[in-house]
Protein backbone atom coordinates (compact mmCIF):
# COMPACT_ATOMS: atom_id res chain seq x y z
CA UNK A 1 0.00 0.00 0.00
CA UNK A 2 1.43 3.56 -0.87
CA UNK A 3 0.48 7.07 0.76
CA UNK A 4 -1.08 8.09 -2.85
CA UNK A 5 -1.44 11.96 -1.69
CA UNK A 6 1.68 12.13 -0.13
CA UNK A 7 -0.04 12.79 3.59
CA UNK A 8 1.48 13.52 6.40
CA UNK A 9 1.73 11.71 9.99
CA UNK A 10 -0.89 14.08 11.40
CA UNK A 11 -3.04 14.19 8.21
CA UNK A 12 -2.98 10.37 8.41
CA UNK A 13 -4.31 9.89 12.19
CA UNK A 14 -6.77 12.42 11.25
CA UNK A 15 -7.98 10.58 8.38
CA UNK A 16 -7.54 7.13 9.72
CA UNK A 17 -10.29 8.41 12.52
CA UNK A 18 -12.76 9.24 10.34
CA UNK A 19 -15.82 7.17 10.24
CA UNK A 20 -16.60 5.09 7.28
CA UNK A 21 -19.45 7.57 5.18
CA UNK A 22 -16.58 10.19 5.97
CA UNK A 23 -13.66 8.55 4.27
CA UNK A 24 -16.04 7.31 1.41
CA UNK A 25 -17.23 10.88 0.88
CA UNK A 26 -13.52 12.24 0.46
CA UNK A 27 -12.82 9.44 -2.16
CA UNK A 28 -16.12 10.15 -4.15
CA UNK A 29 -14.85 13.81 -3.91
CA UNK A 30 -11.67 12.67 -4.99
CA UNK A 31 -9.93 14.61 -2.46
CA UNK A 32 -8.17 11.19 -1.40
CA UNK A 33 -7.06 7.86 -3.45
CA UNK A 34 -8.48 4.66 -2.06
CA UNK A 35 -5.40 3.19 -1.99
CA UNK A 36 -4.76 6.31 0.84
CA UNK A 37 -7.29 4.30 2.94
CA UNK A 38 -5.61 1.62 2.70
CA UNK A 39 -2.23 2.90 3.54
CA UNK A 40 -3.54 4.43 6.59
CA UNK A 41 -5.43 1.26 7.87
CA UNK A 42 -1.74 -0.54 7.30
CA UNK A 43 0.43 1.66 9.19
CA UNK A 44 -2.25 2.29 11.76
CA UNK A 45 -2.69 -1.41 12.57
CA UNK A 46 0.96 -1.83 12.45
CA UNK A 47 1.56 1.47 14.76
CA UNK A 48 -1.61 0.33 17.49
CA UNK A 49 -1.70 -3.00 17.69
CA UNK A 50 1.50 -3.75 19.62
CA UNK A 51 -0.26 -2.04 22.53
CA UNK A 52 -3.57 -3.12 21.97
CA UNK A 53 -3.85 -6.54 20.97
CA UNK A 54 -6.81 -5.96 18.64
CA UNK A 55 -6.08 -7.63 15.33
CA UNK A 56 -4.73 -11.04 14.86
CA UNK A 57 -3.84 -11.31 11.00
CA UNK A 58 -3.73 -8.78 8.05
CA UNK A 59 -3.57 -9.70 4.79
CA UNK A 60 -3.91 -6.67 2.60
CA UNK A 61 -3.99 -8.74 -0.75
CA UNK A 62 -7.09 -8.53 -1.62
CA UNK A 63 -7.34 -5.12 -1.41
CA UNK A 64 -4.14 -4.83 -3.78
CA UNK A 65 -5.71 -6.92 -6.48
CA UNK A 66 -8.94 -4.81 -5.96
CA UNK A 67 -6.91 -1.45 -6.13
CA UNK A 68 -5.11 -2.79 -9.53
CA UNK A 69 -8.68 -3.49 -11.53
CA UNK A 70 -10.89 -0.66 -10.53
CA UNK A 71 -12.42 2.68 -12.13
CA UNK A 72 -11.22 6.05 -10.83
CA UNK A 73 -15.09 6.15 -9.81
CA UNK A 74 -15.00 2.93 -7.62
CA UNK A 75 -14.64 3.98 -3.30
CA UNK A 76 -13.58 0.92 -1.55
CA UNK A 77 -13.06 0.53 2.20
CA UNK A 78 -11.10 -1.43 4.60
CA UNK A 79 -12.17 -3.42 7.42
CA UNK A 80 -12.01 -6.04 9.70
CA UNK A 81 -13.57 -9.24 10.49
CA UNK A 82 -14.63 -10.44 14.09
CA UNK A 83 -11.72 -13.94 14.37
CA UNK A 84 -15.34 -16.50 14.14
CA UNK A 85 -15.83 -14.83 10.17
CA UNK A 86 -15.20 -17.08 7.61
CA UNK A 87 -13.60 -15.99 4.91
CA UNK A 88 -11.98 -18.28 2.17
CA UNK A 89 -7.78 -18.10 2.97
CA UNK A 90 -8.29 -16.04 6.21
CA UNK A 91 -7.74 -17.64 9.29
CA UNK A 92 -11.10 -19.24 11.17
CA UNK A 93 -9.92 -19.74 14.87
CA UNK A 94 -12.99 -18.35 16.67
CA UNK A 95 -10.13 -17.43 19.33
CA UNK A 96 -9.60 -21.27 20.11
CA UNK A 97 -6.47 -23.00 20.59
CA UNK A 98 -8.20 -26.16 19.17
CA UNK A 99 -9.02 -24.39 15.86
CA UNK A 100 -5.44 -22.33 15.82
CA UNK A 101 -4.01 -23.91 12.48
CA UNK A 102 -8.15 -23.59 10.80
CA UNK A 103 -8.76 -21.60 7.55
CA UNK A 104 -11.72 -20.27 5.66
CA UNK A 105 -12.76 -22.40 2.73
CA UNK A 106 -15.69 -20.38 1.72
CA UNK A 107 -17.02 -16.63 2.47
CA UNK A 108 -19.77 -15.99 4.24
CA UNK A 109 -22.61 -14.59 2.27
CA UNK A 110 -22.95 -11.69 4.28
CA UNK A 111 -18.97 -10.96 3.90
CA UNK A 112 -19.62 -11.19 -0.14
CA UNK A 113 -22.23 -8.87 -0.11
CA UNK A 114 -19.60 -6.37 1.43
CA UNK A 115 -17.50 -7.02 -0.81
CA UNK A 116 -19.60 -6.41 -3.90
CA UNK A 117 -20.46 -2.96 -2.32
CA UNK A 118 -16.30 -2.01 -2.10
CA UNK A 119 -15.98 -3.01 1.73
CA UNK A 120 -12.82 -5.14 1.43
CA UNK A 121 -11.39 -7.33 4.81
CA UNK A 122 -7.58 -6.71 5.55
CA UNK A 123 -7.64 -8.45 8.56
CA UNK A 124 -9.10 -10.59 11.61
CA UNK A 125 -9.85 -9.41 15.24
CA UNK A 126 -9.26 -11.04 18.22
CA UNK A 127 -12.31 -12.63 20.48
CA UNK A 128 -12.47 -14.91 23.17
CA UNK A 129 -12.71 -18.46 22.41
CA UNK A 130 -15.63 -19.12 21.04
CA UNK A 131 -16.98 -15.97 21.73
CA UNK A 132 -17.88 -17.42 25.70
CA UNK A 133 -16.72 -14.56 27.90
CA UNK A 134 -18.02 -11.11 28.31
CA UNK A 135 -13.93 -10.09 28.37
CA UNK A 136 -11.66 -9.36 25.51
CA UNK A 137 -8.95 -12.37 26.62
CA UNK A 138 -8.14 -15.88 24.87
CA UNK A 139 -5.49 -18.24 25.88
CA UNK A 140 -4.86 -18.59 21.58
CA UNK A 141 -4.08 -14.47 21.70
CA UNK A 142 -3.80 -13.63 25.11
CA UNK A 143 -5.68 -10.39 26.48
CA UNK A 144 -6.79 -7.48 24.19
CA UNK A 145 -6.70 -3.88 25.93
CA UNK A 146 -9.05 -1.05 26.31
CA UNK A 147 -7.36 1.83 24.12
CA UNK A 148 -8.74 4.34 27.25
CA UNK A 149 -6.86 2.64 30.06
CA UNK A 150 -4.91 -0.73 28.95
CA UNK A 151 -5.28 -2.33 32.78
CA UNK A 152 -8.54 -3.08 32.08
CA UNK A 153 -11.00 -4.84 29.39
CA UNK A 154 -12.19 -4.02 26.38
CA UNK A 155 -15.07 -6.44 27.70
CA UNK A 156 -16.30 -8.91 24.70
CA UNK A 157 -16.90 -10.81 22.45
CA UNK A 158 -16.06 -8.56 19.62
CA UNK A 159 -13.46 -7.22 21.82
CA UNK A 160 -10.99 -6.45 18.48
CA UNK A 161 -13.49 -4.95 16.65
CA UNK A 162 -14.26 -2.38 19.17
CA UNK A 163 -10.67 -1.26 19.87
CA UNK A 164 -9.85 -1.51 16.26
CA UNK A 165 -12.64 1.22 15.30
CA UNK A 166 -11.77 3.18 18.61
CA UNK A 167 -8.25 3.61 17.95
CA UNK A 168 -8.45 4.05 13.95
CA UNK A 169 -7.47 0.94 12.82
CA UNK A 170 -10.22 0.83 10.36
CA UNK A 171 -13.03 3.23 9.94
CA UNK A 172 -15.66 -0.03 11.11
CA UNK A 173 -15.22 -3.60 11.70
CA UNK A 174 -17.58 -6.58 11.65
CA UNK A 175 -18.95 -7.91 14.88
CA UNK A 176 -21.89 -9.97 16.21
CA UNK A 177 -24.03 -10.41 19.13
CA UNK A 178 -26.04 -12.95 20.72
CA UNK A 179 -25.99 -11.45 23.95
CA UNK A 180 -24.34 -8.24 24.34
CA UNK A 181 -21.15 -8.82 22.12
CA UNK A 182 -21.50 -5.82 20.44
CA UNK A 183 -22.55 -3.73 22.85
CA UNK A 184 -20.51 -4.22 25.49
CA UNK A 185 -17.19 -3.73 24.07
CA UNK A 186 -18.47 -0.87 21.63
CA UNK A 187 -19.31 0.67 24.92
CA UNK A 188 -16.53 0.22 26.70
CA UNK A 189 -14.40 1.41 24.04
CA UNK A 190 -16.02 4.34 23.12
CA UNK A 191 -17.58 3.54 19.87
CA UNK A 192 -21.10 2.72 18.11
CA UNK A 193 -22.05 -1.03 17.58
CA UNK A 194 -25.03 -2.60 16.34
Not at 92 to 100: A, Y
Amino acid sequence: MRNKDGLSPGDIHALSMLDATAQKALVTNKSVHNETLFFCAQEKISAFNPAFNAVTHTDFSLAEAALNNTSGDTVLLPYLLKGSDEYSGFPMQCGSRLRKDATGTAIHPFMEALSANGMLPVGMTAMPEFGLLASGESLLYGPSKNPWLTSHSALGSSTGAAIAVATGMTPYAHASDAAGSIRMPASACGVVGF
